[in-house]
């Protein structure tokens, strides 16, 4: 499996980025996807995660109501979209994902993961 991040940059706090995962190599609705972050030399920390079929989502409680999971089965992509971003939101962001058996669970821990994109940068300033 090969995670391919990208939409990172520089953004003026209270912007909007959207960041972009293409995903190769198995069956993507067959997986599912998360988004984690991890600033300076803090742990990865989880960020959102969305089910096979789309259907069930969740989200670490910073982001809540700001960031918004999606996922295009047709296209092998998982995106997120980021509103209103704020100073801390500030870190390289990576997308993961893991083969899943149930359609509709969604998975937090990054401990339960099995593939990792490369990272991309996300700075927001002030």
């Known amino acids: 499996v090969q995670l391919q991040a990208s939409g990172g940059g520089l953004v003026q706090a209270g912007g909007s980025l959207r960041l972009s995962c293409a995903f190769s190599?198995?069956?993507?609705?067959?997986?599912?996807m998360g988004w984690f972050r991890q600033a300076g030399g803090g742990e990865r920390e989880f960020v959102a995660a969305i089910s096979r079929s789309g259907g069930t989502t969740d989200y670490a409680d910073s982001v809540k109501g700001r960031f918004t999971i999606s996922r295009d089965n047709a296209k092998d992509t998982v995106y997120l979209q980021m509103n209103s971003l704020k100073l801390e939101d500030t870190a390289v962001y990576y997308c993961?994902?893991?083969?899943?058996?149930?359609?509709?669970?969604?998975?937090?821990?990054?401990?339960?993961?099995?593939?990792w994109g490369q990272g991309t940068q996300v700075t927001v300033s002030s």
């Open positions: 993961a994902a893991r083969g899943s058996l149930s359609s509709e669970s969604a998975y937090g821990s990054r401990q339960l993961y099995s593939y």
């Open positions: 190599g198995r069956i993507f609705s067959s997986n599912a």
